[in-house]
């Protein structure tokens, strides 16, 4: 039975029109105590609707949280392929139909959080068209609903909380795009034209490699991506949502071919700039609570 109470609403909810994406380091000079006044004060403003929060390792160190997986982000660096692990603080994902409410919301937010953490980086992102990725196929096709996917982007320990996994994924469209259309829609391993699946595509599509009942045990995620571009880059800002690292551990090292040598063929147009994994914990009263782990 769900109890949408207990968690951040907008890990659950649609993806918005708007998103942007502020990633914070912790201060050097940050005590404990005043961490954690800083996360009290900040509460007020997050709804876990409007705005998500992802806790990092170092805070969690710094709070001394206990009762959370580790959040060792998955790093690879072969011939074919380079996966970065690039850890913050602290995450916070704005959503808004109106982009000028989450610019007022990203200021108040700033200033709280400045007494201890500094702005890492700022990535502004949206929905486009219905949800597809920039290089016009549909994303998160294969993404659980209802109470499925409440079950699966929400652990039971402690309740309400979820593991975040997040890449800024680089995109290069203009080498994609000039790809025969068979060869584009066997890179993904669906048909751009009506989003169906192709029975003959190659165990590198990556509709393959990343078939989340393809593995042993069955492994889901709740995808909640975005596209993103400034200037000349360009590409997806990947969101996953589970109760538990491993499920992404489990999909990232099928991608990357850790076991059988066959790399997905994302990895053909584009790559991932960062990496990381953070807790979202789960809410109270309307307020995110971190009192299960501290």
Known sequence: MMDLGIVQSGIFEDVPKHGRFLYFQLKHDATAEALTNCLNDVAQDIDGQTAVIGLGDACL????????????FPMYETRDVQVPSTPAALLLWLRAEDQGDMIHLAQTLLS??????ELQSNIEA?????????????????????????????????????????QQWQHDLAFFKSKPQQEQDHTI???????????????????????????????FLLRRSMAYGDGEKAGLMFLAFAGTTESF??????????????????FTFTRPLTGAFFWCP????GRFDLSSIV
């Open 61 to 72: 160190a710094k709070l001394q949280a206990k009762g959370v997986e580790p959040l060792e």
């Open 112 to 117: 709280k959080l400045s007494a201890c953490f």
């Open 126 to 166: 949206f929905t486009y068209k219905e949800g597809r990725d920039l290089t016009g196929y549909e994303d998160g096709t294969e993404n659980p609903e209802g109470e499925e996917a409440f079950d699966v982007a929400f652990s039971q320990s402690p309740a309400g909380g979820s593991y975040l996994a997040i």
């Open 189 to 219: 391993g669906r048909r751009l034209s009506d989003n169906e699946e192709l029975d003959d595509a190659p165990e590198s599509a990556h509709v393959k490699r990343t078939e989340q009942e393809g593995f042993d045990p069955e492994t």
């Open 249 to 266: 551990k489990r999909i990232i090292a099928k991608m990357v071919g850790e076991e059988d040598g066959i790399v997905d063929n994302l």
């Open 282 to 285: 789960p809410m109270k009263a």
